[in-house]
Structure formats: structure tokens, C-alpha cells
């Protein structure tokens, strides 16, 4: 965006990575949903378009904003006249430096979790949002216990309704062919040659794209498809590794059985997880999916920024942080302008892009002088993604957030097709989950934008025997 609108003005972008993330296959499926692939390019070739970019590969060491320059690891400095910080989040790990602890946040860290995958033959999945979900589906012949805080999977996106929709996959053997990944790698030559070490979380790569875990092979030694334990709320206590165990002298569980008398574990593991519902499973290796924390580190020390609750750098509706001349987009920062009521901030692929492309509009307008309406896809919550191979849409205030008691649910439910929920308060739309090909989305989206008052509708809302796009054309 900057590059486009001032041609003569140096821009450079600050990475740690050789590559840049591209987004492709861009679809504008409706006013507010958008669809792409996220695909890895040399950063070559956004310079070749861009002649006065220019991509500098080197982390940031500090910021002193007060004289205006960055510090780079590689000992440089570079004056800047306006600053976007778009450094992302890093993966809460529920233990640091353990080499059995696998947080998946990046491609590379994705690629270490498929090779020590390969040789595993059970392992335990900690966290509920959507790199969990998307994991567990995915791995085949490897024995999985999903541990998960919540009541039902998939917290982050929907309720237990849906989950209990969507279970029935878990068990059900994969018929689907997995579609060739649209994503190309390109690193370095050396990084070829060395061994690559196993991810750990200081090492910061760009999120994964949302269709991360396509043509990689999830397939652990054994000759099953699916199988899956979870356990409900319940996170992990301690863990342990083998030397530890065996002088704990305590039992640890086998992969239950349907009969449930859960029997101690002859095998013995490299690594043991206790949970604090007071069971112990051994695995190979555990993989972290407890979300993500706002990368502000290397920006604070000196610098008197705004923090949100959640750690990232707050920004106002421009996008500007507390900082004269920083703004901040995406994963980093938290959104601290009165939101419309039925947007939230989420850390997506989507609403890192749109804030990114938004950020980009308001360096360009306060640079002019001009003035900047706010951008039309913070107006609704909006996004659409895959769930155990289903179509999933969330919008707006989709699990009733922050509406309190002051609302009703309306379900409609066809096994193994579709499942569709809509949240209503004072008889108007305030969001909507839609799994399967409900094609319901333009629709609802409408309804919750012009806040309709539906309530002489009641619950014909949702019969599936009335065409309801055909009324509110």
C-alpha cells in the first residue's frame, strides 16, 4: 500500500525471515468474508514489483523512538519517518525450554513437528483454538490425547453444540484425498544443509497461513487412521521426563479403551504428562496450541508504549500506537477504539491483513493531511475457515461475547451436514456460527449489519422449509 502511493519514498521492510508471506487465491466471498492462501515467496520478487522497497533481512535489536531509529541485530540503524510495527505473536508455550514441548506457530516450526511426528507412536495436543482443532483431525496413526480446559472442543469458535456436531469425524476413518499444498517453501542454502533444530519459541517466524497443515504428511508409525482421547477440563500439571518418572514411582495410563477400565501403561515413554485431573499419559512428545502472545519485546525497553491487558501495543482507530509517528497491525497490537457492537479483535490471518492494509491507508492519509473514515471490515466480526473438513463461518458476536445473559440462541441442526446458530438480543441478529454449505452467510451478515428487528419471524427464522435469503433480498 505505501509503496503504491509514494512511489519516490524509501521503504523498507524489517524481517527476520528470507521469505516474505504473500496472500493469494483472494476471494471476497461477501461484504466482510474473505477467503486466501497464504503462500511463502523470495523476497526478491516484492521488491522486483516495488522498486523503492527494499527488504532488509536482519531481526530488530531496539527502538528508540524518541530520535526516530531502529537498531538492527546485524548492527545497523536506520532512521525512519513513520514506523509500522507488524512483529506478530509468538506462541504461549505451557513450558519453555523443554525439548519435548512443540509449539507450532510457523512453518518451521511446523516442519520440526512433522518429522519428530513420523517416529511418534502416541502424543498429547495441550490447547482448544484452531491450530489444535486442525491438528488433531489431521494426524493419522498416531494415538492422540487432546487435553483441553474447556467443557468442548473448539472453544475459541464455537459452543458445545457445535462441537458435539463435529465429533463424530473425530472417530470416522478419512476418506478425503488431501489436496496438494498450495504453499511453496524457499529458505536460505545453508539452512538446507544444517539439521534443522527443533522449534523453540524464541526463534520468531511469521504465522502459518490458514491452510497450514495441507500436504504435509501428519502420519505417525502406526497403520490406523484416526484416534483420538480428550480429556475436559483439565490442563497440564507437570511434566516429566523418563528418568524422572521411573523414580516417581507412579502409574501412568494406557490409550483408553471404550470399555473405560483404563489400565496402567507397560510401555515406557520418553516424556510423561501429568494432567490436573490427576492422570499421567507417557507420549513421545506434546505439542503446545495454547495460543499466542503479542511479540512486543523487542520494542519496550526504552519506549513508553501503551499496553492492552493482553500485552500487545495498543493503537487508536488509526492504527496509531501512544508513540508520535508508530502505528501497529495485526497480531501485535490490541485494538483500543470503541469497536462496532458486533466486531471484536481476534488474532486471525484475516484481521491481521485488513489492519495491515487499513494501517498502510492511514500512514498514507496522515502523511497528506487528509481525513480517514474507518475501514468497512471492522464494522462486522467475520471469518471463514475449514474444521475437520467442513465450511465454517463465524460472525459477529458469534458466541453471544460479552452480550451477558441478555440473549437468545436459535439452533438448527442436520447431522453430519449442517449446523447453524444464530444469536439474538431484542429480536435482532448479533452473530452466527454456519458449519457445512449452509449458504446463509451473505444473508445473516445483512441482517446483522442493519440490526433488522426479526422478532415477527420468531422461530421460522431458521426453517429450513422457508427460503429465507428470497425475504431479505
Not at 288 to 315: C, H, I, Q, R, W
Amino acid at each position: 500500500k505505501l509503496a503504491m502511493e509514494f512511489p519516490s519514498e524509501d521503504i523498507f521492510l524489517m524481517t527476520t525471515s528470507p521469505v516474505i508471506k504473500a496472500v493469494t487465491n483472494f476471494k471476497q466471498v461477501s461484504k466482510t468474508l474473505e477467503e486466501f492462501d497464504v503462500e511463502e515467496l523470495p523476497s526478491s520478487l516484492l521488491e522486483k514489483r516495488y522498486p523503492n522497497i527494499k527488504v532488509i533481512q536482519s531481526g530488530v535489536k531496539q527502538l528508540k523512538s524518541d530520535e526516530h531509529k531502529i537498531f538492527t541485530e546485524d548492527g545497523k540503524e536506520y532512521i525512519y519517518e513513520k514506523l509500522c510495527l507488524c512483529a506478530g505473536a509468538k506462541p504461549k508455550l505451557i513450558f519453555e525450554g523443554n525439548p519435548y514441548v512443540l509449539g507450532i506457530r510457523d512453518t518451521d516450526s511446523a516442519q520440526a513437528f512433522q518429522k519428530n511426528l513420523a517416529r511418534a507412536e502416541r502424543i498429547v495436543v495441550v490447547g482448544n483454538g484452531g491450530i489444535a482443532l486442525e491438528l488433531v483431525y489431521e494426524i493419522q496413526g498416531c494415538e492422540v490425547i487432546w487435553a483441553i480446559k474447556d467443557k468442548a472442543i473448539g472453544n475459541t469458535f464455537f459452543d458445545a453444540g457445535a462441537a458435539e456436531f463435529l465429533i463424530p469425524k473425530l472417530s470416522a476413518e478419512k476418506q478425503e484425498t488431501p489436496i496438494e499444498c498450495k504453499r511453496t517453501k524457499y529458505t536460505t542454502e545453508e539452512s538446507e544443509e544444517k539439521e534443522r533444530p527443533v522449534a523453540t519459541s524464541d526463534k520468531l517466524g511469521s504465522a502459518l497461513g490458514p491452510d497450514w497443515h495441507e500436504g504435509l504428511h501428519l502420519k505417525g508409525t502406526k497403520e490406523f487412521s484416526h484416534k483420538v482421547h480428550i480429556e475436559i477440563l483439565c490442563e497440564v500439571k507437570k511434566i516429566y521426563l523418563q528418568q524422572e518418572f521411573i523414580q516417581l514411582q507412579r502409574t501412568s495410563l494406557t490409550f483408553p479403551k471404550e470399555e473405560k477400565n483404563v489400565e496402567p501403561d507397560e510401555v515406557l515413554w520418553p516424556v510423561y504428562v501429568e494432567l490436573t485431573n490427576g492422570k499421567i499419559y507417557g507420549c513421545d512428545f506434546i505439542v503446545s496450541a495454547t495460543g499466542v502472545v503479542p511479540n512486543v519485546k523487542p520494542f519496550l525497553d526504552g519506549n513508553n508504549f501503551a499496553v492492552g491487558e493482553d500485552g500487545g501495543l495498543k493503537v487508536d482507530k488509526h492504527m496509531r500506537t501512544s508513540l508520535p509517528d508508530i502505528y501497529a497491525a495485526g497480531d501485535i497490537c490490541t485494538a483500543a477504539w470503541e469497536p462496532s457492537p458486533v466486531w471484536h479483535q481476534m488474532r486471525l490471518w484475516t484481521q491481521a491483513r485488513q489492519m495491515g492494509w487499513y494501517a498502510g491507508k492511514c500512514m498514507v492519509a496522515d502523511t497528506v493531511g487528509e481525513s480517514i473514515e474507518m475501514d468497512f471490515s471492522f464494522e462486522l466480526f467475520a471469518h471463514v475457515t475449514k474444521f475437520f473438513n467442513y465450511k465454517v463461518v463465524v460472525l459477529g458476536k458469534y458466541n453471544a461475547q460479552g452480550l451477558g445473559l441478555d440473549h437468545e440462541l436459535m439452533l438448527r441442526c442436520t447431522k453430519g451436514q449442517e449446523y447453524v446458530k444464530v444469536v439474538m438480543q431484542n429480536g435482532r441478529m448479533m452473530g452466527a456460527v454456519l458449519i457445512g454449505e449452509t449458504d446463509l452467510e451473505e444473508t445473516f451478515e445483512n441482517l446483522i449489519l442493519n440490526q433488522m428487528d426479526l422478532s415477527a419471524y420468531g422461530e421460522d427464522l431458521l426453517n429450513p422449509d422457508i427460503d429465507i435469503e428470497d425475504y431479505f433480498d
